[in-house]
């Protein structure tokens, strides 16, 4: 996938690997990247605000510890903690975006985008939008088998639950095809009826 980054991102993407250590975090935010190239082919976002806060998006679980951040991520979770993710991320982001020399008219909208991709129900724009559905669909991805490894969920609970977020969750029609078509693949790899 970093052959599809230009020289900038991948700069970002490398100084960002070891926030991500945390749990499946560089797995996901890959995974995130990917929804997200894809969804910039088929709508009008700002690559250079897109794919800097989508890498960057979950550096700031690397200030929380392990069992908050497993316990933060399953239905019911903590918000309080959710919300710590964020602000130290949008911190660290800042300073990786400081030391590649980022565009500094792009890093302000960046740093919004992270500091509420998870908190704020709202989009503040299409970048936005498109960040917060990337991150969503990487549940729906082949990543679904490490979500129900670390949430205890069996896999037919899991897909009810995906299948009947898609319309609640995604701002994007584009996002909701993709959840879809992911959430059917994983059906089929699960035998679930």
Do not use: C
Not at 152 to 157: D, L, N, R, T, V
């Amino acid at each position: 996938m970093t052959h599809l980054l230009n020289q900038k991102e991948n700069s970002i993407l490398e100084l960002a690997i070891p926030h991500l250590y945390p749990g499946d975090n560089e797995k996901h935010t890959l995974d995130a990247l990917d929804f997200a190239l894809r969804l910039l082919e088929l709508v009008n976002g700002v690559r250079d605000v897109v794919v800097p806060a989508i890498v960057l998006h979950d550096v700031g679980w690397s200030k929380v510890p392990d069992d908050i951040m497993k316990k933060s991520r399953i239905p019911g979770r903590d918000l309080k903690y959710v919300k710590v993710h964020e602000k130290e991320g949008a911190k660290i982001a800042g300073n990786i975006l400081k030391k590649v020399q980022y565009d500094v008219n792009r890093i302000d909208e960046i740093l919004e985008i992270i500091n509420g991709h998870d908190t704020r129900d709202e989009s503040i724009s299409l970048n936005d939008e498109i960040v917060k559905d990337s991150d969503k669909l990487s549940r729906y991805s082949t990543l679904f088998n490490q979500v129900l490894a670390w949430s205890g969920i069996e896999p037919k609970s899991l897909h009810d639950d995906l299948e009947l977020r898609i319309d609640e969750w995604f701002f994007l029609a584009a996002s909701e095809e993709i959840a879809t078509e992911e959430l059917q693949k994983r059906r089929k790899e699960f035998f679930i009826k």
